[in-house]
């Protein structure tokens, strides 16, 4: 039992040496059993990570417990004192036991003062309803069954209150810090935790059922569900990614999500061969970024730093690479490049690259009435969208491509929330 808490500390040593992100981390520990329950305790750590070294050193826990490490008695106090209690017996559980009191004591006077100096960006839990597996009145009717009320109040989602998001279709909004990591709708794949900035790549790719669809750089694969559902798992999706160990958490994950119609190779996008995929008109081009817009409360404080400048450059280099080995495919009609970082180099200036050598694609106004545009580095840059805290979601970059054509041009209309119940949710007008 106490493996959990080795595996956390041994990820929180990575972490805390910047030698990789908790995500990462956590996909790529191969024996850990339960990667859910290590996410979340690395994370919980985390959150509470500065309280916990006040506590131990109040309570001067490892004088008196030499052969623990910080790390591996930092994860184990969390789940002590604010967790659900301690998962070890043996030496661990002694050691905790041993200092009890000292370490309750600790906690009590110096949580409050904690609670008082954060000042972290607290973002909204975003909930897609995942509709290959439900609908959204079945998800509705779970949450109130378990006394959540749907507030028709379009900023409300406070207390016990969750709400609908005003642009992205099937995507909950409920309170900043609601856990739903055990809720049988998350665990069983009905609903998909997922942030609002990362679910409007999908949204505005829009493959109808049917479609032939590429999403380059796929792993994990929350976009990827969201794309299947879209397509309510008619026509193929070929998703690519290029590590192993994320594309296997990726598989298991579309198992849980119920995409049938994904089918995913380990391979580097920008070998794949366009002629080989004839039929593909859509393409999802998600690459690995510098993740600067990431500002989750969790990993913020640790993992942020600055990325330095060659490193973003060289992003930006493979990332305009796999962009535009996507808008080589004969047949692709639209191409969402999306970023979570909120560096011009990675965004509007790989956009602006991509475009100048591809007088055959033009970018499509996406979501027009979203308030916050590309940066004015070319012409059509308000036509892209950036998200931001401000807009209470990740800092997220996306644009959309569309090839041009001499017939009438495709018009990409997506419907934000209306006031009745019943949303269309978008229709794409060749
Ligand atoms: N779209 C994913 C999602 O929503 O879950 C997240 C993708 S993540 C930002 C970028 C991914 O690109 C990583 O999983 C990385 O392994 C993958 N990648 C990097 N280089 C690649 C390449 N040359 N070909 C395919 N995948 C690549």
Redesign the pocket.
């Known amino acids: 039992m106490s493996a959990v808490y080795f595996h956390a500390a041994a990820v929180l040593d990575r972490v805390l040496a910047r030698r990789g992100s908790v995500k990462h981390l956590v996909l790529s520990n191969k024996i850990a059993e339960n990667k859910k329950k290590l996410y979340a305790l690395v994370c919980q750590t985390l959150k509470h990570y500065s309280l916990l070294q006040k506590i131990m050193s109040a309570a001067a826990f490892l004088q008196e417990e030499p052969s623990l490490s910080t790390n591996i008695a930092a994860v184990v106090l969390y789940d002590f004192l604010f967790g659900r209690g301690l998962r070890c017996g043996g030496k661990l559980k002694a050691a905790v036991y041993r200092q009890k009191d000292c370490l309750r004591t600790a906690m009590e006077q110096l949580k409050g003062s904690e609670e008082e100096r954060k000042t972290d960006v607290r973002l909204p839990r975003y909930v897609r309803v995942n509709t290959l597996k439900t609908t959204w009145d079945d998800a509705v009717g779970h949450f109130q069954q378990r006394k959540w009320t749907l507030s028709e109040n379009e900023s409300q989602s406070s207390g016990r209150c969750f709400r609908q998001d005003n642009h992205v279709p099937h995507l909950m909004v409920f309170p900043t810090g609601t856990d739903l990591h055990d809720d049988p709708m998350y665990v069983s794949g009905q609903v998909i935790l997922q942030d609002k900035a990362?679910c409007l790549s999908a949204f505005l790719l829009s493959p109808p059922p049917g479609s032939n669809v590429i999403?380059?750089?796929?792993?994990?694969?929350?976009?990827?569900s969201h794309l299947a559902s879209l397509m309510k798992n008619k026509g193929s999706i070929f998703a690519?990614?290029?590590?192993g160990s994320?594309l296997e958490t990726m598989r298991e994950l579309m198992v849980r999500a119920g995409a049938t119609c994904c089918k995913m190779k380990r391979?580097?996008?920008?070998r794949i061969k366009p002629e080989d995929y004839k039929d593909v008109e859509y393409i999802?081009v998600?690459?690995?970024?510098s993740g600067s817009g990431i500002v989750s409360h969790v990993e913020r404080t640790i993992e942020k730093g600055e990325t330095p400048q060659w490193r973003i450059e060289k992003l930006a280099q493979?990332q305009l690479s796999?962009l535009l080995h996507a808008l080589r495919f004969p047949s692709a009609r639209r191409v969402v490049y999306s970023t979570?970082s909120i560096h011009k180099e990675e965004n509007e200036e790989v956009v602006k690259k991509a475009l100048k050598s591809n007088p055959n694609f033009t970018l499509v106004h996406a979501l027009p009435e979203w308030p916050r545009r590309g940066l004015p580095l070319f012409s059509t840059a308000e036509y892209c969208v950036r998200t931001s805290t401000e807009d209470e979601t990740q800092g997220f970059f996306v644009a959309v491509f569309e090839r041009k054509t001499t017939e009438p041009k495709i018009a990409l209309k997506v419907k934000t929330r209306q006031k009745t119940k019943q949303r269309k949710h978008r229709s794409v007008v060749d």
């Open positions: 990362s999403d380059a750089c796929a792993a994990p694969g929350n976009k990827t690519f990614d290029i590590d994320r391979a580097n996008f920008l999802l998600d690459p690995s970024c493979f796999v979570c």
